[in-house]
Structures are given as structure tokens and as C-alpha cells.
């Protein structure tokens, strides 16, 4: 306890020290509960996908089988590669549209918060309701492509999500337009880190707008960049919301996700085993970008603490 | 000497003149990328909005995206309290007070452990406090995905399968990882002399908290209902697998509404249910905008 240094020695009386074990008392629910969320939780649905189990959870144990179905299931070949393509797309246009929107918005400009509000208002709402409004705009007979053609542009075709090359990409933009904002809020806070002195000093030194920014700015805000790229990483794995309002996997199994994957074995299926297999990959698929970032930032910390 | 003064003036007027227009023409440049982008944000919404009060004839005829020519208030009340949902014609309404009901206990609740328990984990630090806190933190981390299974048998063991308490069970567990992160990085920056010299004058745990931690968190306390709030009124995972039928919340509710498109779309009172079911969490966010995005910011970076 750190701070029951001077006052543990002043009283041994019962009193005292069922005192000195409250916060214990207090915290342990949550302990366990944490405890059996992340550990317990996270082991049955290992077991699980090491069982027989079908439409109900039973614990015969059949080894790797699930995970051999699941790797030689064209859907799942589907998912994964729907899932690299989507993050390569999601996430470096989410950054770079992000970077730029923060760039604008640090130039200074009248009413910020007003634009600063246009952009984040996206966060707020779910990606239900987001995903639903989209889908009816990409809807060729009433939305974005109905309005075009009304315009004039008659041979104008703008129908995503009932093309299977390219439903895809009505969950890539849209998922940007959702998560632009965010990376814009974390690369605007880690502009205005920037010590106000060194833009200055390059100015001095006649360097334009542009180099300003991409000699001196950037590379000072680095680490915003990979935990940007991290957060944005963890959102597309997770990707299932967006999915199940624009195109509930469609059209046929085109825009299947590890996500929607575990779902539909899971709870449309009844292959509860494969569901689990699918769901451990998915924590699989999280920790391969988590573990490296977490090592990373421990050791940008003792660098940090060595120079002092 | 007179000319070679005038001269040098004149190459600094039209310096000026030369930097002065070319911040003009930046100027131009950076509002009118803003206002572009602008537009596409904007418009999704105004097609929602501005679709709720349009007839439904009008828009098959001009498109959901064109201005209004008519204006009711029809489709608001239909989504409301008459529309049929999965074969429940009663609208979004109970949908919506389920959400309601699960989302004030849930965020209550979670952020009230978070406070203590990030107050435990930074001022009562006992031998393994950070593993304890190092194991909380994977919980921020967890897809749900994982624990769908655990939790539909947990729920079913407990009585609480199908239920709105089970989804309140859930939020609290799912969300003490945050709350507690929240929680302890506020608390850890408030200094361990304020709490000696309380501790000197007889304050004991409970004491310290209320009288010295709890005034400190209002910022912590905002930001903390106001990210729980958001992100348990916009799950959907839990909502659709856990719960079914009347027991669902909203967003559950919204899914099922267009998946049951007919031949035929209402869109004027889709728009009005989707904006029903989109209303609270943007209201929080006008309101309290500042803290929602510094909510975001500290829940990723940790």
C-alpha cells in the first residue's frame, strides 16, 4: 500500500486491519470479474473450438479439426482477404484524410470548433445507423447514382453494394467517412504538441508551408502516426456493424468479414465449433497488431527514461 | 537618396502586396477544401432529416437526395409508436426505452467502479495491483467476438437470458476495463501529499474519496458517462445475439427495420426511426463535444 507507510505501525487492532484490507475488499469483485471476462471467457471459447460442438456447446474433443475446416473454407479465404484489403484501404485513407483535415484545421481558421464538430459528429452515431443511411445512397435506384442520372449524366453507374467486385468498397468509404474525424482529433492534438519554436525556426529559415510540415512537423509527431495506423488497425479487425448495415455480407458471400464469419457460424449456422475457431483468430488477428505495439511503446519508454 | 528610399519602399510594397495576396489565394484554398469535405459530411444527415419530413411518393419520384417539396409530420409518430418491426407493429418505441433502460444503469454503474477502482489502483497500490491492472487493461482489448458464447451461457445460468438486466450485466463488465483506465490515469496525476496530509488529519478510504478525490473528477467524471453512454447506446453485437425479439435495442431494432425492406421502402419513416435511434448519443455529443473527443483521444492513446 503506498500510503499506509507512517500509519500501519500506529494500531494493530482488528479495527485497523480490516481497515487496511478494505480496498481489497472492495476492488475484488472487479478483480474476478475482470479476471474471469478476459481469462475464463477467452479459454472456453478456446475449448470450444477445439470441440465437437454443433448447434449446442458439447466438450468432445476433437482436436484441430475446426480450425482445418476453417482454413479450407472458401468463405473464410473470403473473410481474411476482404479483411487485409479493407485495413490496407481503411486505414491509410482514414490517416491521410485525417492528416489533411488536421493540417487545415491548424492553419489558424475562423470557427474551428464548428468544423471540428462537422467532422467528429460521425464518432457519435452508431455504425448501424450510419451504415443504413449509406445503403440507401449507394442504392442505384434513390441515392447517389439516381441523382446523377437525374442531372443529365444518364449512363452515370454508381451501384456498390450489389456488385460483388466492388461492395467492398462501400464499406471502405464509408468506413472512412466514419473514422476520418478521429484520426483528424489525434493528429490535430499531436500538431499542436509541436513546439511552436521550431515551426518558426524553419520559417525563418525560408522554408515554405509545405516543407515546414513534411521536414520539421511530421517527423516530431511520428509516434502519432503508429498509434493512429494501431487504433484504426483494431477497428477494422473488429469491423462487423458496418458490414451487417450496408451489405450483410453481400452480395452472395463477397463481403463475408472475420467478424460476420464468427456470427453467421455461430448464430445463423448452428456450427458453434468453427464460430469459436473463427472467434480465436480474430484475437489472433488483435494480437498480432497489439503485442508488437505494446513492446513498442515499452521501449520507446526506457529509451525515454536512458536519455533522461 | 531619395529615389534609393523610395525605391526600396516600393520593392517592399509590393512584397506586401505579393504575400498579402498569396495569403489570400491559401486562405481561399484551405476554406474551400474545408467547406467541400463539409458538404459530404453534412449531407448523409440532411438526407435523413430532411427525408423524415418528405412524403414517401415524393421521394421515389425525385430521389432521398433532392430538396423538399412537401413537408409532414407523419412519418415521425409511424416510426415512433405504429411501424412494423420483424411483425411487432408498435414502432421504435420500445426498442428505444429498452435501450434507455439498459443504457442509465449500465453507465452509472461502470463508471462508478471505474472511479473506485481507479482509485484503488493509484492511492492504495497493494502487492500486484499492476498485474491486476496490467490484466484489466487486455479487457479493453477483447473482441466480442469471444465472449458471445460465455456470455449467452453465463446469462442463461443466471435467469437473465433475454433480458435487458443481462445486457446491463454485460456493459458493466465489458465496460469496467475503460473505466478504470480513465479513472486511474486522472487519478494517478492527483498528488500522494494532498492524501498524507488528510490522512494525518483521521481521513480514512472512503473519506479521502468523497471528500477529495470525488471533487477533483468532474472533468474524468464527464468524459468517462459520456464515452460509456456513446458506446453502449451504439453496440450492436451483444444486442442482436444475447436478446431477441421486443427484448432488443435499438440499433438491433434499426437493423431488423431494413432488412425487412417489403417491395417497397418507407424511407420517410426509416429516416425517422434511424434519427430516433441516432438522437441521444448526437445530443451528447453537441452538449458535451469538448470531453467526447477528449474521451476518444485518452481511450486510444492509453
Redesign the interface.
Known amino acids: 500500500?503506498?500510503?499506509t507507510g507512517q500509519?500501519v505501525s500506529t494500531g494493530t487492532s482488528t479495527w485497523d486491519r480490516i481497515?487496511k484490507w478494505?480496498?481489497?475488499f472492495?476492488?475484488a469483485p472487479?478483480?474476478v470479474?475482470?479476471?474471469v471476462?478476459?481469462?475464463?471467457?477467452?479459454g472456453?471459447?478456446f475449448y470450444?473450438s477445439l470441440s465437437d460442438s454443433t448447434l449446442l456447446?458439447s466438450y468432445g474433443f476433437k482436436g484441430l479439426e475446426n480450425y482445418i475446416s476453417l482454413w479450407t473454407n472458401r468463405r473464410w479465404s473470403v473473410a481474411y482477404t476482404n479483411l487485409l484489403y479493407f485495413s490496407l484501404f481503411y486505414v491509410t485513407i482514414s490517416m491521410a484524410f485525417g492528416l489533411?483535415?488536421a493540417i487545415?484545421?491548424d492553419?489558424r481558421?475562423r470557427a474551428e470548433?464548428f468544423?471540428?464538430?462537422?467532422?467528429?459528429?460521425?464518432?457519435?452515431?452508431?455504425?448501424?445507423?450510419?451504415g443504413?443511411?449509406?445503403?440507401?445512397?449507394y442504392?442505384p435506384s434513390?441515392?447517389?447514382q439516381?441523382?446523377v442520372n437525374?442531372m443529365g449524366w444518364t449512363d452515370f453507374q454508381f451501384a456498390l453494394t450489389s456488385d460483388r467486385k466492388n461492395a467492398i468498397w462501400a464499406i471502405i468509404i464509408t468506413g472512412i467517412?466514419g473514422s476520418a474525424g478521429?484520426s483528424m482529433?489525434?493528429f490535430l492534438?499531436g500538431l499542436r504538441s509541436v513546439d511552436p519554436d521550431i515551426i518558426k525556426a524553419a520559417q525563418i529559415d525560408g522554408a515554405g508551408?509545405f516543407r515546414t510540415y513534411r521536414k520539421v512537423v511530421l517527423p516530431t509527431i511520428g509516434p502519432i502516426f503508429i498509434?493512429?495506423a494501431v487504433?484504426l488497425l483494431?477497428f477494422a479487425?473488429?469491423t462487423?456493424?458496418l458490414a451487417?448495415?450496408l451489405t450483410?455480407s453481400g452480395p452472395g458471400i463477397s463481403t463475408t468479414f472475420p467478424?460476420t464469419y464468427?456470427?453467421d457460424f455461430?448464430?445463423q449456422r448452428g456450427e458453434?465449433g468453427e464460430g469459436?475457431a473463427?472467434?480465436?483468430m480474430?484475437?489472433a488477428a488483435?494480437a498480432i497488431v497489439?503485442v508488437p505495439y505494446s513492446l513498442y511503446l515499452v521501449w520507446r519508454k526506457r529509451r525515454e527514461a536512458n536519455n533522461g | 537618396m531619395a529615389d534609393a528610399v523610395l525605391t526600396a519602399a516600393g520593392v517592399e510594397d509590393r512584397e506586401a502586396a505579393i504575400a498579402s495576396r498569396r495569403r489570400l489565394i491559401?486562405r481561399i484554398v484551405?476554406?474551400g477544401?474545408?467547406g467541400l469535405?463539409?458538404i459530404?459530411?453534412?449531407v448523409?444527415?440532411l438526407?435523413?432529416f430532411l427525408n423524415s419530413f418528405r412524403t414517401n411518393e415524393e421521394?421515389?419520384q425525385?430521389?432521398?437526395?433532392?430538396l423538399p417539396r412537401s413537408f409532414r409530420l407523419d412519418a415521425w409518430p409511424t416510426a415512433w409508436s405504429d411501424f412494423c418491426i420483424g411483425g411487432q407493429c408498435d414502432g421504435v418505441a420500445r426498442y428505444f426505452w429498452n435501450s434507455v433502460a439498459m443504457v442509465i444503469p449500465a453507465t452509472i454503474i461502470s463508471t462508478a467502479?471505474g472511479a473506485?477502482?481507479g482509485y484503488?489502483?493509484s492511492?492504495?497500490?497493494?502487492p500486484g495491483s499492476e498485474i491486476?491492472f496490467g490484466?484489466?487493461l487486455?479487457?479493453v482489448?477483447?473482441?466480442?467476438?469471444?465472449?458471445?458464447?460465455?456470455?449467452a451461457?453465463t446469462l442463461g445460468q443466471l435467469g437473465l437470458a433475454n433480458s435487458v438486466y443481462g445486457l446491463i450485466l454485460v456493459h458493466c463488465?465489458?465496460g469496467?476495463?475503460f473505466t478504470?483506465l480513465f479513472f486511474r490515469n486522472y487519478y494517478v496525476s492527483v498528488p500522494?501529499d494532498l492524501?498524507?496530509a488528510a490522512?494525518i488529519d483521521g481521513a480514512?478510504?472512503w473519506r479521502i474519496f468523497w471528500k477529495i478525490m470525488i471533487p477533483l473528477s468532474p472533468p474524468i467524471i464527464i468524459v468517462t458517462v459520456i464515452w460509456q453512454f456513446?458506446g453502449i447506446?451504439?453496440?450492436?453485437?451483444f444486442g442482436v445475439?444475447l436478446n431477441s425479439g421486443s427484448n432488443q435495442p435499438i440499433?438491433a431494432a434499426?437493423?431488423a427495420l431494413?432488412?425487412s425492406g417489403t417491395s417497397v421502402?418507407t424511407?420517410d419513416v426509416?429516416s425517422a426511426a434511424?434519427l430516433i435511434?441516432?438522437l441521444p448519443?448526437?445530443l451528447?455529443?453537441?452538449f458535451g463535444?469538448k470531453y467526447?473527443?477528449r474521451g476518444?483521444?485518452q481511450g486510444?492513446?492509453k
Open positions: 500500500m503506498a500510503m500509519s481497515k478494505t480496498p481489497i472492495i476492488i472487479s478483480i470479474a475482470s479476471f471476462y478476459v481469462f475464463v471467457f477467452a472456453w471459447t470450444i456447446p489533411l483535415l487545415l484545421i492553419q481558421i470548433s468544423w471540428r464538430t462537422i467532422f467528429l459528429y460521425p464518432l457519435a452515431v452508431s455504425f448501424i445507423a450510419t443504413t443511411v449509406w445503403q440507401w445512397l442504392n434513390s441515392g447517389i439516381f441523382l437525374a467517412w478521429f482529433a489525434l492534438a508551408w498509434a493512429v487504433v483494431q479487425i473488429k462487423f456493424d451487417v448495415a450483410n467478424a464468427v456470427y455461430m448464430f458453434i469459436a473463427a472467434a480465436m480474430v484475437l488483435l497489439l | 491559401s484551405i476554406y477544401l474545408l469535405i463539409s459530404i459530411y453534412i448523409p444527415f438526407v435523413v421521394i421515389g425525385l430521389g432521398l437526395i433532392s467502479l473506485i477502482n484503488i489502483l492511492k492504495w497500490k497493494f491486476v490484466f484489466m487486455l479487457g482489448f477483447m473482441p466480442g467476438q469471444i465472449a458471445l458464447l460465455p456470455w451461457f463488465i465489458q469496467l476495463s478504470t500522494d492524501l498524507k490522512r480514512g478510504f456513446t447506446w451504439n453496440e450492436y453485437l445475439v440499433t434499426l437493423v431494413s432488412m421502402r424511407y426509416m434511424v435511434g441516432a448519443p448526437l451528447v455529443y453537441f463535444g467526447f473527443v476518444l483521444t486510444a492513446i
